[in-house]
């Protein structure tokens, strides 16, 4: 295996696929339904790639008492409506073909419930692409079944958890390559997640950041299109093999 190889480890919602309202559709829902209220646009869509509870807690200002409800009514909406809204980036699905045919492993680290995102990535006809799918337990706590824990020094809590549970996978899958990956992400928990684990984030513009987001959680490269992605994730595998990518994400700061 080469090092054109090296395994990338992808967010879902914002990255891989745009969900076109399917989230931020079925919480104002759940919000309404209980008389709470709904959120600004902008706001809603801060809500998308976060813990769903913490999103809900602290950008919503849902009660803790009705927490429970507001996301049981969610996932009622987002499975019988939302999951159908949702439509995979252009180019995606080529980008993905073309690294499966190059003998590049792949996987997915989601914050999304990790039952959920694989159904999400089924919908879509690419789940079959991935060595991994990792994500949160279906109660809404940040790790998913079977997480391995987090390095020494990382973040504790959030996306470093499932995206370390992906890592390993892709290290039982690919010995040659443990240790050696990068993230692809829309949001700064992506690059949290990944610098946690000693691993570099490009991060994508087409999804749910802020202005400035990604480059000030520290993202290595942002890229606009599946065509630059691509070739971003070419040219950073072709650099001297270290632990992390580039050599500085080991302590899990960012």
Request: net charge negative.
């Amino acid at each position: 295996m080469t090092q054109t190889t090296v395994p990338v480890i992808f967010d879902l919602d914002g990255t891989l696929v745009d969900p076109a309202g399917g989230i931020t559709g079925g919480i104002a829902a759940a919000l309404t339904e209980l008389g709470l209220p709904v959120p600004d646009s902008s706001r809603m869509d801060a809500m998308v790639g976060p813990k769903l509870g913490h999103a809900l807690t602290q950008i919503a200002g849902v009660p803790a008492a009705l927490l429970g409800d507001v996301i049981r009514i969610y996932r009622g909406h987002y499975a019988s409506t939302g999951i159908a809204q949702s439509r995979l980036y252009p180019g995606i699905r080529g980008l993905l073909e073309d690294f499966v045919a190059a003998g590049r492993p792949l996987a997915v680290a989601t914050q999304k419930p990790e039952g959920l995102a694989r159904t999400v990535l089924e919908h879509h006809g690419i789940a079959g692409f991935f060595h991994s799918i990792r994500g949160s337990a279906a109660d809404e706590s940040a790790t998913g079944p079977g997480t391995a824990p987090v390095p020494e020094g990382s973040v504790p809590e959030g996306k470093a958890s499932i995206v370390a549970a992906a890592l390993t996978d892709l290290a039982a899958a690919v010995p040659s390559m443990a240790g050696r990956a990068m993230m692809v992400g829309d949001r700064a928990q992506d690059v949290a997640g990944a610098a946690a684990n000693g691993l570099d984030c490009v991060g994508v513009g087409w999804g749910f950041a802020l202005e400035g987001e990604l480059h000030e959680a520290g993202a290595v490269e942002v890229v606009h299109d599946a065509a630059a992605l691509y070739a971003t994730i070419t040219r950073l595998s072709e650099r001297p093999e270290t632990t992390a990518l580039n050599g500085v994400h080991a302590d899990g700061n960012v």
